[in-house]
């Protein structure tokens, strides 16, 4: 599969809010389905997993779902399940688990079911791409974002569909229909959002001095700066790493230089405590980027960069927005150092162990 650098990650990041939107309709098209699949059985917690970055749409998932409908959430990536059950599957019976894959083919995520089902386990929410899948297979409901058919290895498209199918299963199972309402919103939001940065995000990703990138963000935004690292990571190869954003201050921050680009990922429920932190941060020398509902970069601390994404949504809804944007950061990067971001350096479409 040879051809120009980074042509499917790029036509799969702009092409991605056609897929929210057919995410929507194939979701919302099977709502009372899924209501009734959620009612069966009295579910006291649920346990998202999956590898990656469908592990870290499951970070976003859990931190979410709790808010949203009072159920009580927790993420592990797929391997720490089924090497440690006894600690990861403690509520045997009363567990909703949400296997998450964009291939469905992921052996670890295919053993953490299995070992699920082995101790007594019954419901199994399957995301995923691929209906034909080993994963859809097995899974006792599924929710496939099959307009998504990704070429790349990098996952972009498929993270946000499936968080977005994520999100309006918790909407529906709390029967929140404020919250549907708002996620019906987005691919709207995301295709202004991504016209407004995109040539900001162009000419910020080709600046050479950047060499160290450091993403933060707090609960369900958390495991957003997750996926934004992984993608700067796998597609530019560059130092990347994310932080819960009040942990930088311990330790982490001692690493910041001219050559940092800090990028922050600003929440109502954090920020009085986020902005005193990006002030200080700009003390030592790195740039400051802030992703934000809205602001100007005085009124967030003296930061160098603002990205105010205007969306007049809740905290929770709009946090599917940062993404597009942080993925192109991770792209044109790549494209910068003349690598190709549909192919990063050893790694493969699906993990078989
Ligand atoms: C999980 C994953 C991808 C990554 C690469 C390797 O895949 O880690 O996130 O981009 O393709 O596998 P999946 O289980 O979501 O298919």
Not at 31 to 46: A, G, H, I, P, S
Not at 87 to 93: C, T, V
Not at 119 to 141: H, N, T
Request: glycine share 8%; with cysteine.
């Amino acid at each position: 599969m040879r051809g120009e650098r980074g042509v499917h990650t790029y036509r799969e990041i702009m092409g991605q809010f056609a897929a929210w939107e057919a995410t929507l309709n194939e979701v919302l098209n099977q709502k009372e389905r899924l209501k009734r699949f959620l009612q069966e059985e009295e579910f006291e917690e649920v346990v998202f997993t999956g590898c990656g970055s469908s592990y870290y749409l499951s970070l976003v998932a859990a931190a979410a779902f709790p808010a949203i409908t009072g159920v009580r959430s927790s993420a592990l990536p797929a391997s720490e399940i089924f090497l440690y059950p006894e600690r990861s599957l403690m509520h045997k019976g009363a567990t909703l688990l949400v296997a998450i894959s964009r291939s469905g083919e992921t052996t670890e995520t295919l053993q953490a079911v299995e070992i699920f089902r082995e101790r007594g386990g019954e419901m199994v929410l399957a995301i995923s791409c691929y209906q034909e899948s080993p994963l859809v297979k097995s899974a006792s409901f599924s929710l496939i974002a099959r307009e998504v058919r990704e070429k790349s290895v990098v996952q972009t498209g498929s993270f946000s569909s499936m968080l977005l199918a994520a999100q309006l299963c918790a909407a529906i199972a709390a029967g929140r229909a404020d919250y549907e309402a708002e996620l019906r919103a987005l691919p709207a939001h995301g295709m202004r959002v991504m016209e407004e940065s995109h040539p900001f995000i162009r000419r910020t990703t080709e600046d050479e001095r950047y060499t160290q990138f450091f993403f933060l963000g707090s609960g369900a935004y958390y495991g957003l700066a997750c996926e934004a690292s992984l993608k700067m990571k796998e597609m530019s190869l560059s130092q990347a790493e994310p932080f819960h954003s009040l942990e930088f201050r311990h330790g982490p921050k001692s690493m910041l230089s001219e050559n940092s680009l800090v990028i922050a990922l600003l929440s109502d429920s954090a920020m009085r405590y986020e902005e005193p932190l990006l002030a200080e941060l700009k003390g030592y020398g790195g740039q400051v980027l802030v992703l934000v509902e809205s602001g100007s970069k005085d009124e967030l601390g003296g930061v160098d960069y603002v990205i105010s994404i205007h969306s007049g949504l809740s905290e929770l809804a709009r946090g599917l927005l940062f993404m597009p944007p942080l993925q192109l950061l991770g792209y044109y990067r790549a494209m910068a150092k003349g690598l190709n971001p549909d192919r990063p350096a050893h790694l493969d479409l699906v993990v078989r162990l």
